[in-house]
């Protein structure tokens, strides 16, 4: 068990809705990270957050955005959903942000656009 | 910008054989690198880093890795297989950019043991 928590385990929703995961970060862990895993574009860095602000961003949509609370949790929100937003998504956690701190990785939401 | 390639998506191995996952990186600064493993249905788990300092690196479970500069390669490998290796692993390097953190991952290498 990584620490690391992860709501809702499996999303099924529709084209043109809108959803938000959530992720609890390891206790005393100040950085989130948020990931997507697709077969077909593997594992994509989308955002960091950093004791509440945005660090780093990486190949998120426009459609997507997420925030980071004064608690530490994360949400990340999906919006217009498409089919080909399907994929799993990963929140992951460590104490600071810098190059050498290990992430550790939620078992992750699995979201399914039909 | 930095990369990281994976050769073989598949790698199969027979219980109690030499494993090896091979990974070759790119990067524009010093690299810190990684090796994940990514068991069904879970989250990937951190196996060993290189960030300094010694280039044979050991890790959790038996595998070690070694950070080869002249050849631009962080190999994984583990002198004898279980069943319980089987699993999803990843190499990774981090982003050249200061206090900010940005994994990059390889494409992954599915490790099947057969008995």
């Known amino acids: 068990d990584s620490g690391v928590t992860q709501t809702p385990k499996h999303l099924i929703t529709a084209t043109g809705q809108r959803v938000t995961l959530r992720c609890s970060p390891r206790?005393?862990?100040?950085?989130v990270y948020w990931y997507q895993q697709s077969l077909d574009q593997g594992l994509q860095f989308l955002i960091q957050?950093?004791?509440?602000?945005?660090?780093a961003k990486g190949n998120i949509l426009e459609r997507f955005s997420a925030q980071q609370f004064p608690d530490l949790h994360s949400e990340l929100n999906l919006s217009s959903l498409e089919l080909g937003d399907s994929a799993l998504y990963f929140c992951?956690?460590?104490?600071?942000?810098?190059?050498?701190?290990?992430?550790?990785f939620g078992n992750g939401t699995r979201l399914t656009v039909t | 910008a930095q990369s990281v390639t994976q050769l073989g998506s598949h790698v199969s191995v027979s219980e109690g054989a030499l494993v090896l996952l091979r990974c070759n990186y790119s990067?524009?600064?010093?690299?810190?690198l990684f090796w994940y493993v990514q068991y069904p249905n879970q989250g990937l788990q951190l196996l060993l880093k290189?960030?300094?300092?010694?280039?044979l690196v050991k890790g959790i479970n038996g595998f070690e890795a070694e950070f080869k500069k002249s050849e631009t390669s962080f190999h994984l490998t583990k002198p004898s297989a279980h069943m319980s290796d089987a699993a999803e692993y990843f190499c990774?390097?981090?982003?050249?950019?200061?206090?900010?953190?940005?994994?990059?991952f390889g494409s992954g290498t599915q490790l099947t043991v057969l008995p």
């Open positions: 992951a956690s460590s104490v600071v942000g810098e190059r050498n701190s290990p992430l550790h």
């Open positions: 990067s524009s600064v010093p690299p810190y």
């Open positions: 957050y950093y004791n509440g602000e945005e660090r």
């Open positions: 290189y960030t300094t300092g010694a280039t």
């Open positions: 990774a390097v981090t982003d050249s950019s200061g206090s900010a953190r940005q994994l990059t």
């Open positions: 206790s005393g862990d100040l950085s």
